[in-house]
């Protein structure tokens, strides 16, 4: 099983590197959520892989037995509620940038800091 | 009982209310007010209280210590608390003056004090996972406030701060996670001696990556692209707050994790951060040297300062923390300080770029001796607050016998002043290139001027009168340390 | 002359009270079995966004029981409200409490967990409807 979960982390790790490289804007920030998920994966991972049942108390009982640890459970929940944040945030933001310039293009996105003019001078900046 | 939570939790309520007062920008900016100056009451108390008794401990629902979530508030984090606190009342009193020329928006004030109680939960935390999730309250509202301007400039600077960020995010909680995995535990006091256990072969990667991780949140030197890519693009009060903060946050959680919580660390990995630090100084000056716009300037100068600070906590004793310390506090003040005097120098101008602007010695002397006094500060001339900073680590670094980085330390302090000289050349000494330019006359910057002379005033103070803030720096350590006097 | 959808209309307006019922179904569920707030949250943004899809983003907005921030941040203020009766009884901050209220018939047991988890509730439908809807209606707005 824990081989399993370590494959699709390489992978999912990988994919997202891979678009997160990309010069397509939203190519990137779903790279980006790519990468979220593995590692959340990880998380997961993380206590130890084991066909427990859900660490819940049936109303008969007072104990627990053989149940999943439930820590990385609720820290898994934790940052896929995180990440998923982030996600919708930056796929506005993508979204906003690629709307608003026609083009997606990430190299020739230098809006806050604009190329040299002269090749060594910083370009004179507006102002605001 | 809750008292201990009271920095994080006053911001928070704050925020939410200011949610709830929207449509209503009055009241907001009211309860704003109000919430930052009952937050700057609370955590002076509190700071206060920590300095009598000790470090107050609070764990959350009931739970047993290892597992449930704890919050400690002590000497270190209340005093950062506590500047956050100062810093967030200055940028809100900012937003009674004109001196920030952005329109107001009802999303602002909910976003500041989000990020300030998530720098405070950060402060406070005593847990990794925890650690974790406040540096992502602090950032989703960092990036708030950077998009929250709409222009396309600010756009680009928030996609570039959200990738590189998030990322350095993603490292940190692979860094949890592996952690968890091979220890168990993530409370602070429990994971300190579980590490001290583990395997010497598996404790240090995951010790270089948690540290490489919290680089990465703190501007440091192969990992700062982030920070001049996005910080000039804020309204200024907002860049105050963003460069006495956030960066703070990744040093705050270096110093905790490798100065208290992971001692003694691998000598390995004080001797990298040691070099990362020489490094940051040298890129940060050379990048500051280059550029012309003040924002810009002072963005690459955090990042060499942040270099000093990594230069102390790498000389892993008791007084290389004790001069962390002093600096973080000492650099909030002065860089906070220094970008609301360049705004000042904006409104007076028109001009954030030192090519455009100028004449400003003449017509607002008092403007000039504020950046002078702060600039010598920042840069370290005795008698200013920086050279008592400096001269801590320097002297931390002479007796350990690190003579290169030291070298490289007072080079960079060389071209910290070359850079700080073209400011008050530029800006103040020479005349308006624009002869016609006259400076906005109705314009009500009194709120403004309050909030930099206030500003100002502590740091000159501190640097009359360094012993009170070394004294507290050094209990400060101790308890870090834990061999207290 | 755009062609309204008229039989999604009259079967998304019932499925609009269905997934709602639903939605609080789950959440009230999630106490003792798999559900709760967050799961409880989504269903009702998905009837939201599904009555965003067949009317328009506005009217579903208007649906809503408050601004969509203003339902979120009232969410997070209940949910931390939730742990302050534990203050009373001198335990810490988020303590969990339970009682069984006695009805005659029955009794009826209630919680601070049951609070906190409608914050919980609150707290998505309010964030992540609020999104969802912001963000069908500035694609119904562009031309």
Redesign the interface.
């Known amino acids: 099983m824990i081989w399993v979960v370590a494959i699709a982390f390489g992978t999912v790790i990988a994919a997202g590197t891979y678009l997160?490289l990309s010069r397509d804007?939203l190519r990137?920030?779903i790279g980006?959520a790519m990468?979220?998920s593995g590692?959340n994966l990880?998380?997961f991972?993380?206590?130890?892989l084991q066909s427990h049942i859900p660490a819940i108390v049936p109303a008969t009982q007072t104990q627990l037995t053989l149940a999943a640890n439930p820590?990385?459970q609720a820290?898994v929940l934790?940052?896929i509620v995180?990440s998923f944040?982030?996600l919708c945030?930056?796929l506005v933001?993508?979204a906003?940038?690629v709307l608003?310039?026609g083009d997606a293009d990430?190299e020739e996105?230098?809006?806050?800091?604009p190329h040299a003019p002269e090749g060594y001078k910083?370009s004179?900046?507006e102002?605001? | 009982?809750?008292w201990p939570?009271a920095p994080m939790?006053v911001p928070?309520?704050t925020a939410?209310?200011c949610?709830?007062t929207?449509?209503t920008p009055r009241r907001q900016q009211m309860i704003s007010v109000v919430g930052a100056t009952v937050l700057l009451i609370t955590s002076t108390l509190l700071f206060l209280e920590v300095q009598q008794v000790g470090a107050l401990r609070?764990?959350?629902?009931?739970w047993p210590l290892p597992?449930g979530i704890e919050f400690v508030a002590d000497v270190l984090g209340t005093a950062l608390a506590l500047v956050a606190a100062l810093m967030l009342n200055v940028t809100v009193l900012w937003q009674w003056s004109d001196a920030d020329?952005?329109p107001s928006s009802p999303t602002l004030h909910p976003l500041l004090h989000g990020l300030v109680a998530g720098v405070c939960g950060a402060f406070m935390t005593a847990d990794l996972?925890n650690l974790?999730?406040w540096f992502?309250v602090a950032?989703?509202c960092a990036?708030?406030l950077l998009?929250h301007g709409g222009?396309?400039?600010?756009?680009?600077?928030?996609?570039?701060y959200?990738?590189l960020n998030?990322?350095g995010t993603?490292l940190f909680?692979?860094a949890?996670?592996?952690i968890?995995?091979a220890t168990g535990h993530?409370n602070f006091s429990a994971l300190g001696d579980a590490m001290a256990r583990l395997d010497a072969a598996v404790a240090l990667p995951l010790y270089g990556l948690l540290l490489f991780a919290l680089l990465a949140k703190a501007a440091a030197f192969p990992l700062y692209a982030w920070l001049?890519?996005?910080y000039?693009?804020l309204p200024p009060p907002v860049l105050a707050l963003f460069s006495a903060l956030l960066a703070k946050v990744g040093i705050y959680a270096i110093l905790r994790l490798f100065g208290n919580v992971f001692t003694p660390a691998p000598a390995l990995l004080y001797d990298a951060l040691g070099w990362i630090a020489v490094l940051s100084m040298i890129a940060g000056v050379l990048g500051a040297a280059?550029?012309?716009?003040m924002r810009?300037i002072l963005a690459f100068h955090s990042i060499s300062q942040i270099g000093y600070i990594l230069l102390a906590i790498a000389m892993a004793s008791r007084t290389g923390d004790t001069a962390a310390i002093f600096f973080t506090l000492h650099h909030s003040l002065v860089k906070a300080s220094l970008i609301l005097v360049a705004a000042l120098v904006?409104r007076y101008t028109?001009?954030?770029?030192l090519?455009?602007c100028g004449g400003l010695y003449a017509s607002r002397p008092w403007l000039g001796v504020a950046f002078l006094l702060l600039a010598l500060s920042l840069v370290g001339i005795p008698p200013f607050s920086g050279f008592w900073g400096k001269y801590l680590i320097v002297r931390e670094a002479l007796s350990q016998g690190a003579y290169l980085w030291t070298a490289c330390a007072l080079l960079v302090s060389v071209v910290t002043l070359y850079s700080m000289m073209k400011i008050w050349l530029e800006a103040f000494w020479k005349p308006h290139p624009d002869p016609a330019w006259r400076a906005p006359e109705h314009v009500r910057l009194a709120p403004a001027w309050v909030g930099v002379s206030g500003l100002a005033l502590v740091v000159l103070s501190i640097g009359v009168a360094p012993e009170a803030l070394i004294g507290f720096a050094d209990a400060a350590a101790g308890a870090l340390r834990g061999d207290v006097p | 002359m755009t062609s309204r959808p008229l039989l999604a209309e009259v079967f998304v307006r019932g499925l609009y009270i269905v997934l709602l019922v639903a939605s609080i179904w789950v959440l009230l569920r999630g106490h003792n079995a798999p559900g709760g707030g967050f799961i409880g949250g989504l269903l009702a943004v998905a009837a939201s966004a599904a009555y965003a899809l067949t009317f328009n983003a506005t009217s579903a907005l208007q649906r809503l029981p408050l601004?969509p921030?203003?339902l979120?941040?009232?969410g997070?203020?209940l949910s931390?409200a939730s742990?302050v009766p534990?203050?009373w009884s001198?335990?810490?901050?988020?303590?969990?409490l339970w009682v069984e209220l006695p009805l005659g018939i029955a009794d009826l047991p209630l919680s601070t967990v049951m609070v906190f988890d409608f914050g919980v509730y609150l707290c998505v439908w309010g964030a992540l409807g609020g999104y969802c809807l912001g963000l069908l209606r500035a694609l119904e707005e562009a031309p």
Do not use: N
Not at chain 2, 290 to 293: A, E, K, V
Not at chain 3, 90 to 96: K, Q, R, S, V
């Open positions: 997160a804007a990137c920030v980006v990468l979220g590692v990880l998380v991972a993380s206590g130890r820590l990385p820290l934790t940052a995180i944040a982030l945030f930056s933001l993508a906003r940038i608003e310039r990430l996105l230098r809006f806050a800091e910083p004179v900046e102002s605001q | 009982m809750m939570l939790l928070l309520a939410l209310l949610v709830l929207q449509s609070v764990v959350l629902g009931h597992f020329a952005a996972f974790y999730v992502e950032l989703m990036l708030g998009a222009g396309l400039h600010q756009l680009d600077a928030a996609l570039k959200f990738v998030v990322i993603m909680l692979v949890v996670a592996l968890y995995a993530l001049p890519a996005s000039h693009t280059y550029h012309w716009d810009r904006f028109g001009h954030y770029d090519r455009r | 601004r921030a203003a979120a941040a009232i997070v203020l931390a742990g534990a203050l001198d335990l810490p901050f988020l303590t969990h």
